[in-house]
């Protein structure tokens, strides 16, 4: 039996593949599916801590994170194809007139 | 989970996130995300999280990453090309996520044990992660956040409407 301190470590990595992926990708997709990993990797640590405490608070919990990221997911691109349509481009470092 | 199904599975996952973020093409990596999201699915079926598992199907694998395909195939991009400029970016941020990986994996490993809980050994109930027993959760204790959720996909559904219009004023 392989105890929940391995599938922590697990979200663990997968949550770090996804915010080192976040910051040396510069396609803003590919940035965008990196959200999408560190997301799933909480999904999977709330899963292992409810099935810890043999409680359901955090299979709940993962169904208003699924909600949040099909949101994002819906806005976001549809922020991409506005960007792409007056700017040509997707690259986050060509994309600078809101930063200093 | 026995180790024989837990570290191929966990390998495998991570072998796949990694495609996601180091293949040059966004198609590759969408694909690789399909790849590591069903096999999300499969942990979570072994957690005893069954509705979990296929909302994570249904939801991620079916709607997200159809919807992140289309947008790819849409916009018809091309493969990234490795800038020269942002090497010592890329190896600050992965030399940190290293750092960050190695200081929390201490922590957790160095705490084993310790988690609150009954643990893995005890057999969950049969009605644990069904959806009869989810669905009472999320229609008695979480009833306030649930019908928060209506209005942020209402808000989601106005804003890409909007913001997807010809017309950007």
């Not at chain 1, 608070?57 to 806005?75: K, P, R």
Request: aromatic share 10%; net charge positive.
């Amino acid at each position: 039996m392989v105890p929940a301190t391995y599938y922590i470590a697990l979200s663990l990595i997968l949550f770090v593949i996804g915010a080192v992926g976040f910051l040396i990708r510069r396609n803003l997709i590919v940035m965008f599916m990196s959200i999408e990993l560190m997301l799933n990797a909480a999904n999977l640590a709330f899963v292992t801590f409810a099935r810890q405490q043999l409680g359901m608070d955090g299979q709940v919990i993962v169904f208003f994170v699924m909600t949040v990221a099909a949101a994002e997911v819906a806005v976001g691109l549809a922020i991409i194809i506005a960007l792409f349509r007056h700017r040509e481009t997707l690259n986050a470092d060509e994309v600078r007139i809101l930063r200093w | 989970m026995s180790p024989f199904t837990f570290f191929p599975l966990a390998a495998l996952i991570i072998a796949s996130a990694l495609g996601v973020i180091l293949n040059l093409h966004p198609i590759r990596s969408a694909l690789c995300l399909a790849v590591t999201l069903f096999l999300m699915a499969v942990m979570f079926v072994f957690l005893d999280a069954h509705l979990v598992a296929a909302l994570q199907i249904i939801v991620y694998a079916g709607a997200i990453l159809v919807l992140f395909l289309f947008v790819i195939m849409l916009l018809n991009l091309e493969a990234d090309v490795p800038h020269k400029r942002r090497r010592n970016v890329t190896l600050v941020a992965t030399a940190s996520g290293l750092g960050f990986a190695a200081i929390t994996l201490h922590a957790l490993f160095s705490s084993e044990g310790s988690l609150p809980g009954p643990g893995f050994s005890v057999a969950a109930p049969a009605e644990f992660g069904t959806a009869t027993a989810i669905g009472e959760l999320l229609f008695t204790r979480f009833v306030l956040p649930f019908e928060i959720t209506s209005v942020l996909l209402l808000v989601t559904v106005l804003g890409a409407v909007v913001l997807a219009k010809k017309k950007l004023r």
